[in-house]
């Protein structure tokens, strides 16, 4: 004849016991545990830049060199602009290895402005002793011959080098015409 235990609270109470140790000693653990992360000594290869004129519309590409000094990597948690004609190139990496040197690559696009312009350019991340690493260029942007097209011509020169196919369906906003309300013409009678 066999014995069957029905009763395996005991048994079950360990184990739940002993499952809730470990799960107690391994949060004990992680908290203990310091995340600091490493800080690191970074410097901007020419800070300031004055660049040659450009003619409006064009696009002046921006290399700026950061040399990390550090035994640690540089990772850069943001790149922060003064205008939204200065744009990140894709495929641009965010981490610049320990005592190593890394290119940021960026885009000005001229379209917006005339004259000189000055922008400032902000990195952050794992610094030390600072906040953010600055840079900025200047440049002067000059109209194209005496006439100085608005923004909207150029816009509009813009969309027709990429075939225009939009206004080809829609019809340019100047050639739409007009509608009438049928609210306006029945109170009209």
Do not use: W
């Not at 029905?6 to 391994?26: D, G």
């Not at 992360?37 to 020419?46: A, F, G, H, R, W």
């Not at 790149?79 to 890394?102: E, H, M």
């Not at 097209?149 to 080809?168: A, F, H, Q, S, T």
Request: aromatic share 12%.
């Amino acid at each position: 004849m066999k014995y069957i235990c029905t009763n395996n609270s005991t048994i079950s109470i360990l184990k739940k016991t002993f499952h809730f140790l470990k799960l107690l000693t391994i949060s004990a653990v992680i908290i203990s545990c310091e995340f600091k992360e490493n800080l690191v000594d970074v410097k901007i290869i020419d800070p300031v830049r004055h660049y040659y004129p450009i003619v409006q519309g064009q696009q002046l590409n921006i290399i700026i060199e950061l040399k990390n000094e550090s035994d640690y990597p540089f990772k850069i948690t943001d790149i922060l602009t003064s205008c939204g004609c200065v744009v990140l190139k894709k495929g641009t990496f965010d981490v610049i290895p320990a005592q190593s040197t890394g290119f940021v690559e960026l885009t000005y696009n001229s379209n917006k402005n005339i004259g000189l312009v000055n922008h400032y350019i902000y990195f952050y991340g794992n610094l030390n002793k600072v906040d953010k690493l600055e840079t900025n260029f200047d440049v002067h942007v000059v109209p194209d011959a005496l006439y100085t097209p608005d923004y909207e011509e150029l816009y509009r020169k813009e969309v027709e080098k990429k075939g225009g196919i939009k206004n080809m369906v829609d019809g340019n906003e100047n050639e739409k015409g007009y509608y009438v309300s049928l609210e306006d013409n029945e109170n009209l009678n």
